[in-house]
């Protein structure tokens, strides 16, 4: 497993999240609470980006047909034999880092912050608007 800085603390706050790409697949990191999870971006049901979901009650719901999964275990509310995959996540020296299997090394994917590391960017632009503005604090 290699940990590979993907963003500063301060450029994902609260209530946010950002999908980065790493080689063939894309991550997306989620800003809960004050803590940080990464779960696969494409949604088990049809692909759609969880990335772009929003979360109630430490559940990303995909924004295209509402599936559910748990941010912690990756479980799916709509099967509980699905799971989506989960990525550990460190922090360290105001830096979030995300685990990767085997010898896999991440990519660019489109334009990201300059702050980036040059080999694992940013596919859409820092961050969404929290669509649930309950759920930052
Ligand atoms: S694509 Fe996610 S619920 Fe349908």
């Not at 924004?63 to 941010?71: G, M, T």
């Amino acid at each position: 497993m290699k940990f590979v800085r993907v963003v500063k603390e301060e450029e994902l706050p609260i209530g946010k999240s950002i999908i980065v790409a790493a080689k063939s697949e894309e991550i997306a990191l989620f800003n809960y609470k004050g803590k940080y999870y990464a779960v696969a971006n494409k949604c088990l049901h049809k692909g759609a980006p969880l990335g772009e979901g929003r979360i109630e009650e430490g559940v990303v719901i995909c924004p295209n047909h509402e599936w559910r999964y748990d941010l912690e275990t990756g479980g799916c509310r709509q099967n509980p034999e699905l799971f989506t995959k989960v990525y550990p996540v460190r922090v360290a020296k105001g830096n979030v880092w995300i685990g990767l299997e085997g010898d896999q090394k991440p990519t660019a994917l489109g334009k990201g912050p300059n702050q980036m590391p040059a080999n694992l960017k940013a596919k859409i632009d820092l961050v969404q608007k929290p669509i649930n503005p309950d759920e930052q604090l």
